[in-house]
């Protein structure tokens, strides 16, 4: 601790006021630019911030006005299209007519032109009175020409009798170019007809599904005709028939037709799924097993329509407790996945089993058949050889002629130099890739026309008799 004067201390106590006073002073300068700059960031802030809201504003204003001012103009458009259709569509539906006063003048016209020439009116004299538009706004066009008849004579009026020549009206044409795509607002909208049988018909028997048939007819309105479900209920009187019409009318005579279409859909349900159709659907459900030769796509569409009758409201685990139940033993034993599999994988499951069947079948079938054929050959064989003899024998003796044009008489002929045996085709194991059977090969196949040079080993040139000459040559010795 130093020791210092008194004088000492008051010097220094006021150098250390006079440093503290500066820095205050410092800091109050430092405060007062900190405030005004807030002020000022403050100010500028609410006045960009005001002219972003005005400009928006502006922008909001201006973005309205031209969406009025396009809804305007598109409404005026559309407004004017449909009018012009309307007027287009009433011009196609007016026939033209040629209005009789008209014709008269017309008819008195020529008569006093082919008085004035004394002449036969030729065909080239020709009165055509035509009605046309542009053919590309799809208006009606109409040609109504008639022709005098160059059969009969002249006198005054050009006629044999003296009376006013008789006109045919020999060239009559109508021609009505509808569009099949009428522009509106500058874009083309296809209308599509339907042909009149694509419509589905109930007609309340019991051989109908009733359920089919509701799917059948939303799907009919809303892909053809874009209905929605209330213009479907309103006009549903146009799929139903017979009976299932006549309960219809009783509904809306009585009145109590339904308001909604899940409404409806009950009351069809009730009154057309009848008890003898239930019990006979019930029957094939309880007797709807896999059947041998049927694969298991085939089964589950046939079990999924019973078990949608059946079971409405079971879902697709108790269907494929259901497909277990019903599936053939060998696929069952055969299949490695668990109950708790899903529908998809099952399906696909069994779906490789039954190729690995369908291979097992074939390779036995085919070791049948190489069994049986490995049996017989030698009986065959000698058999073959003993008819080729005897009949080389029978044709040196006979002299009969070969027709040569005619070789499939031949197709069977043991007269071959060659030892082949020729084994029934039950027998042969190998396969034709021509035809895709079993007793023969392709280069055999019966039905070819080349089979009977093709088993000939080396061509014979004909005797002067007209026959082979291998049919008169001596048998080897």
């Known amino acids: 601790m130093e020791n210092v004067s008194l004088e000492e201390a008051m010097r220094r106590a006021n150098q250390t006021g006079k440093t503290h006073e500066n820095k205050l002073t410092q800091l109050e300068r430092q405060i007062d630019d900190i405030l005004k700059s807030v002020t000022e960031y403050r100010e500028e802030s609410a006045k960009s911030s005001k002219a972003e809201l005005l400009s928006m504003t502006e922008k909001i204003e201006t973005m309205q006005a031209l969406n009025t001012a396009y809804f305007e103009e598109t409404t005026s458009k559309v407004n004017s299209s449909m009018k012009y259709i309307i007027e287009k569509l009433d011009l196609m539906s007016k026939p033209v007519i040629i209005l009789p006063n008209e014709q008269k003048n017309q008819i008195i016209e020529k008569e006093e032109l082919d008085a004035r020439t004394q002449t036969i009116p030729t065909t080239d004299n020709i009165q055509r009175h035509t009605f046309s538009t542009n053919p590309n706004t799809g208006t009606a066009q109409w040609e109504h020409t008639l022709r005098p008849n160059p059969s009969l004579g002249t006198s005054q009026w050009g006629h044999p009798f003296g009376t006013a020549p008789t006109y045919i009206a020999s060239e009559v044409q109508h021609t009505t170019a509808i569009p099949s795509v009428f522009p ?19 007609h ?19 892909s053809v005709h874009a209905w929605d479900r209330l213009t479907l209920l309103n006009g549903i ?71 949608r009758e059946q079971k409405p409201h079971e879902t697709e685990t108790q269907l494929v407790k259901h497909l277990f139940c019903r599936m053939r033993n060998d696929l069952l034993n055969m299949m490695g996945i668990s109950r708790n599999t899903s529908l998809d994988e099952i399906i696909t499951e069994v779906q490789q089993i ?7 079948a074939k390779g036995e079938r085919l070791s049948k058949q190489i069994r049986e054929g490995e049996t017989l050959p030698k009986k065959n064989h000698n058999e073959n050889n003993s008819r080729q003899t005897s009949t080389r024998w029978n044709n040196q003796s006979s002299n009969y002629q070969v027709n040569e044009l005619t070789p499939n008489q031949y197709i069977h002929n043991q007269n071959q130099t060659t030892t082949t045996p020729n084994w029934p085709p039950s027998i042969n194991s190998y396969e034709c890739y021509h035809c895709g059977k079993y007793g023969h090969i392709a280069r055999n196949y019966p039905t070819k026309y080349g089979n009977y040079q093709q088993q000939r080993n080396t061509s014979w040139s004909k005797n ?9 040559r001596h048998a080897p010795i």
Not at 204 to 222: C, D, H, M, W
Request: glycine share 2%; with cysteine.
């Open 464 to 472: 002067d008799q007209g026959a082979l000459d291998e049919r008169t």
């Open 237 to 307: 009187s146009q799929f139903l028939r017979d009976s299932a019409l006549e309960w219809y009318c009783q509904l809306r005579m009585s009145h109590r037709r339904p308001q909604t279409w899940t409404e409806f859909t009950d009351l069809f349900l009730a009154q057309f799924n009848s008890p003898v159709r239930k019990a006979r659907q019930e029957i094939e459900w309880h007797q709807c097993k896999q059947k041998e030769n049927e694969t298991i796509n085939e089964f589950l569409v046939r079990l999924r329509a019973l078990w």
């Open 354 to 360: 039954e190729e690995v069947l369908y291979r097992r």
């Open 204 to 222: 309340g028997k019991n051989s109908e599904s009733p359920t089919q048939f509701l799917i059948r007819v939303q799907e009919y309105a809303e």
């Open 184 to 202: 509106l607002n500058g874009v083309k909208h296809s209308i599509i007809v339907p042909p009149a049988s694509a419509a589905p018909a109930f």
